[in-house]
């Protein structure tokens, strides 16, 4: 179902809102668990901006970007959820579960979710930053205009969220010598969640 708004618009020009969640929804759902290190969290946190988009399609599929309107919607709520755990004393980080070894073939499942749980760890201007980067390959402009902050603002929590995930490690396989072989976390593994 193509709508057509006070006919200025031609049906190759507006998407229909069942198209859209769709097409976008699953990297909608990968930018909010990024952001909230839950499965839950992040289901709930799309649908919410869904609801709310759904109410406003008409204004937002005019727009440039619906999927960068509902990226910011959905980095909004995250934001918001943070700040209303840390204002309520909850603890939003999740415990580590045993590891696999290198050699099974799902380590790498392992291995994400691992590198989530550092990146969950991060504060969320931080964890943002990361996420519109290096997920959505937005550059400091684009970032900065979509938090209200200046892009050097994103260039430094870029830089210091870069510092606090290369620091996370995890053993990398057999020990050797007594001491386990750490493998440093990369933002390659990023990509596959």
């Given at each position: 179902m193509i709508g057509l708004r006070r006919g200025r618009e031609t049906?190759?020009?507006?998407?229909?809102f069942t198209e859209f969640v769709q097409q976008r929804?699953?990297?909608?759902?990968?930018?909010?668990?990024?952001?909230?290190?839950?499965?839950?969290?992040?289901?709930?946190l799309v649908q919410e901006a869904l609801e709310k988009a759904y109410r406003r399609w008409s204004r937002i599929c005019a727009a440039d970007s619906p999927e960068a309107y509902l990226r910011r919607m959905v980095v909004n709520l995250a934001n918001d959820r943070w700040r209303h755990q840390r204002h309520d004393?909850?603890?939003?980080?999740?415990?580590?579960?045993?590891?696999?070894?290198?050699?099974?073939?799902?380590?790498?499942?392992?291995?994400?979710e691992e590198l989530v749980q550092a990146l969950h760890a991060l504060p969320i201007g931080m964890r943002t930053a990361v996420v519109l980067h290096y997920l959505h390959d937005?550059?400091?402009q684009?970032?900065?205009e979509m938090l209200n902050v200046s892009p050097s603002t994103v260039r430094s929590q870029l830089s210091r969220a870069l510092v606090?995930?290369?620091a996370?490690?995890?053993?990398?396989?057999?020990?050797?010598?007594?001491r386990a072989v750490a493998r440093p976390l990369t933002l390659l593994d990023l990509k596959g969640v």
């Open positions: 049906a190759a020009e507006r998407i229909d929804s699953a990297a909608l759902f990968r930018t909010a668990y990024l952001l909230t290190g839950s499965r839950e969290t992040a289901e709930d004393g909850g603890e939003a980080a999740g415990t580590a579960e045993d590891r696999a070894a290198d050699d099974d073939p799902f380590a790498l499942v392992d291995l994400r937005m550059d400091d684009q970032i900065a606090k995930l290369r996370a490690r995890r053993p990398a396989g057999p020990s050797q010598g007594g």
